[in-house]
């Protein structure tokens, strides 16, 4: 999944939790598990040879991620 659609994903559900309104654990687990890929994916693009403007836009992409794993795991 792209990195904008996953992102947007994220903000519709954390939206949805702060109008409080119940997100399903299904919904949750399934967004972890995609925020965990592309984690992974975005670690494994690191490795590879990359010019300087690449590796720092994939560096931010990763922070973000992580960031959105550790609110999620707040969330569940």
Same mark, same amino acid.
């Given at each position: 999944?792209? =990195? ?5 994903? =994220?903000? @519709? ?15 949750? %687990? @399934? ?5 965990? %890929? ?14 300087? %403007?690449?590796?720092?836009? &994939? ?16 969330? &569940?």
């Amino acid at each position: 999944m792209k =990195f904008t659609k996953l992102s947007s994903k =994220f903000s @519709k559900l954390l939206k949805k939790q702060e109008r409080g309104k119940t997100i399903k654990p299904e919904k949750l %687990e @399934k967004l972890r598990t995609l925020l965990s %890929e592309k984690r992974s994916r975005l670690e494994q693009k690191l490795s590879g040879e990359l010019t300087d %403007e690449k590796r720092d836009s &994939i560096q931010t992409k990763l922070k973000v991620v992580s960031a959105q794993l550790e609110k999620l795991d707040t969330m &569940i």
